[in-house]
């Protein structure tokens, strides 16, 4: 049968409308999926190029597809109004306390290493589309111009040609300027936020955390024999300034550690002018915040929001930044803008790791200053986001009805609230078993909360293997909340 009939009397771009309508519910076309171009389309099914625009037109309005500037049409996931979102935190206030469950992080580190595992329980969004073939032949170009010097030990505070991309970028991208000299360059973003909070506070300090928050804080607190409070957040703006007030005001809170774009689990950006209401609070109270800002070249719409750092009058706000969520983590290249903590943490990089890798440092620098990176990451996001529309998609089809999704605005992970029966360590040794990893939900606060959440991962090619692992999961999500 052909696609469009020209003796119907039904409009020609009606019936191209129903064609593509027809694909999208069958599932051959899911979302993220790009439709086939207007000059393609018209070819293919014998119609002229208006026609397939009034009808991709037409599917925009009904909200089925979503175009996309100089990039083309995508069939659109869930509307944000059909996707619940996972509940608010908790109500309960909290109180500091030390951090429990690292034997459970090992067995999530363990199983991530296992081969052959469906990776959702790693986020590592550059996985999505790696871009070896480039950064190789950077990095070829770099030691056959270094010769011996790209042996060498590079300077503690990092390569200068480095710093300065660093610096660039922030004013290129948010208008902001940074000093070189005020930039140390760190073993990954990790390190980055060991020296910060070594460099602000010491054992049985407070320190304050998003929650849910990423676990890595988390085990840095514990292994600094530090104390957490964790502070409610939203699901929409990420942390709650309320209740982050009624904490300071309630208990002697030396340090905030907290991801302003795209934090993880919740991968929600803070607007802008809370920001500033943040730094200012902050600043109002003495208390020095460590914004872990990794994922800042990472939201979908390519818009860069002005790290808080930006807002601060009296350098107490020290900002962490990579290239292992954007480029490479096997680099282990971070950075840390160190306000008037610079000459601190000089000595303690100096002690600890005396500097990162030259030969990488040179490598990115010179990405950067190419353009390569920044084009690299105009291929990263909209495959990203492809994925991301497609896992809520599935989740949505194949998990009990009663499950909560976010909707992240970038990065590569949504967050769900299972049903209540499900317990995610014990999901968690299943999945395993299975060949699967997750990130269970209790890993992402210092007290076990979040029994009934996991955190999946979409930054990863997308395959049938993908496919399968959510399906897998969504049946058994389903059994164990039935009771079988
Ligand atoms: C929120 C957050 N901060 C920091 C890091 C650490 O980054 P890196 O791999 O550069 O050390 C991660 C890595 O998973 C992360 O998710």
């Not at 979503?66 to 083309?72: E, I, M, N, V």
């Not at 929650?211 to 990420?238: F, K, N, Q, R």
């Not at 991968?267 to 800002?293: C, F, K, N, T, Y």
């Not at 999945?431 to 990893?437: H, L, P, V």
Request: glycine share 8%; aromatic share 8%; proline share 6%.
């Amino acid at each position: 049968m052909l696609a469009v009939d020209k003796d119907s009397s039904d409009y020609l771009y009606r019936q191209v409308v129903d064609l593509i309508s027809d694909n999208i519910e069958s599932g051959a076309l899911m979302p993220g999926d790009r439709l086939p171009s207007l000059r393609r389309m018209s070819h293919r099914i014998g119609v002229s190029i208006p026609t397939v625009r009034q009808a991709y037109v037409e599917l925009e309005r009904q909200r089925r597809v979503q175009s996309r500037p100089q990039s083309g049409f995508y069939v659109r996931g869930l509307p944000t109004n059909e996707l619940v979102r996972p509940s608010p935190a908790f109500r309960r206030s909290a109180r500091p306390i030390p951090v429990i469950g690292r034997s459970l992080m090992d067995r999530v580190y363990d199983g991530l290493y296992t081969p052959g595992v469906v990776p959702f329980g790693i986020a590592n969004p550059c996985m999505v589309k790696p871009a070896a073939k480039a950064l190789h032949r950077t990095m070829k170009r770099i030691m056959a111009r270094a010769q011996e010097r790209s042996l060498a030990y590079a300077p503690t505070l990092g390569e200068a040609g480095l710093r300065r991309q660093i610096a660039y970028r922030y004013l290129d991208t948010v208008g902001g300027k940074i000093d070189p000299d005020n930039i140390c360059i760190t073993n990954g973003g990790q390190e980055a936020l060991l020296l910060a909070l070594q460099a602000v506070a010491g054992k049985g300090d407070v320190i304050a955390v998003e929650s849910p928050t990423y676990h890595g804080l988390l085990e840095l607190i514990d292994s600094l024999g530090m104390l957490a409070i964790e502070v409610e957040t939203c699901p929409e703006e990420g942390i709650s300034l309320s209740a982050l007030r009624k904490t300071l005001e309630a208990h002697p809170v030396k340090a905030c550690m907290f991801a302003t774009t795209l934090s993880n689990p919740l991968g929600v950006s803070m607007p802008e002018e809370m920001r500033q209401e943040l730094v200012e609070m902050l600043e109002a109270h003495g208390v020095v915040l460590i914004e872990d800002d990794v994922y800042g070249d990472l939201l979908f719409d390519g818009h860069r929001p002005k790290p808080a750092e930006f807002y601060s009058r009296s350098g107490s706000v020290l900002t962490c930044g990579s290239f292992s969520k954007t480029i490479a983590p096997g680099y282990r290249i971070g950075w840390l803008i160190a306000g008037q903590y610079i000459d601190q943490i000089v000595q303690l990089k100096r002690s600890f790791s005396c500097s990162s890798g030259l030969l990488q440092q040179l490598t990115l620098s010179e990405f950067l200053a190419t353009g390569d990176y920044d084009r690299y990451l105009k291929t990263l996001r909209p495959e990203l986001q492809c994925n991301a529309e497609r896992m809520s998609a599935m989740v949505a089809q194949h998990f009990p009805r009663e499950t909560r999704t976010s909707k992240p605005v970038g990065g590569s992970v949504i967050w769900l609230e299972l049903p209540e029966k499900v317990d995610s360590e014990m999901l968690f040794d299943l999945a395993i078993e299975a060949g699967i990893s997750i990130a269970p939900g209790l890993i992402f606060s210092p007290c076990n909360r979040y029994r009934n959440f996991i955190r999946l991962s979409f930054g990863h090619p997308w395959s049938r293997q993908i496919e399968e692992g959510i399906e897998w999961l969504g049946r058994n999500v389903a059994a164990i909340a039935a009771g079988n």
